[in-house]
């Protein structure tokens, strides 16, 4: 006797992941990344270096370049650090008013993760897993988890 175990059917349909590997997926949301990310930047006041560090280490040249023109593919790790960053802007301004969650990442923070410095200080120096860190943080504090 054979019993095959499903997950029982639900109301809820999941939406399907986007696969950043294809080139088309990546044409489709490289220049509304950079547009956001420009914004997010100039929001949160970032230096030109910060900017270029939370990229990847990006070059000042492909910065500017990038600055003017945002029709480009990017590679997968850089549409996936704009993405924690937009969830890192989005979810500091649900839970905070447009003024503190614009400086919030330049205020030092008490949280352990942080250890006194700022959650900006902390994502430079951690990177891509430091991002993804910060973001679910936020996303606990709004009830997102």
């Known amino acids: 006797m054979s019993h095959a175990y499903a997950y029982p059917t639900s109301r809820f349909e999941t939406t399907p992941l986007v696969d950043l590997n294809a080139r088309a997926e990546r ?10 990310f420009f914004q997010l930047a100039a929001a949160w006041q970032l230096r030109d270096d910060d900017a270029r560090e939370l990229l990847g280490g990006l070059s000042s040249s492909s910065f500017y370049e990038w600055k003017k023109n945002h029709e480009r593919v990017l590679e997968v790790d850089r549409i996936t650090r704009i993405s924690y960053l937009l969830g890192i802007y989005k979810a500091l301004h649900i839970l905070y008013g ?5 400086e ?21 120096g951690g990177g891509l897993l430091a991002m993804q860190t910060v973001r679910r943080l936020l996303d606990a504090r709004r009830g997102g988890l």
């Open 98 to 102: 447009d003024k503190l969650a614009d």
């Open 104 to 124: 919030w990442i330049r205020l030092p923070n008490k949280n352990a993760i942080f250890r006194g410095a700022t959650p900006l200080a902390y994502m430079l």
């Open 27 to 36: 044409e489709r949301l490289s220049g509304s990344a950079l547009k956001g």
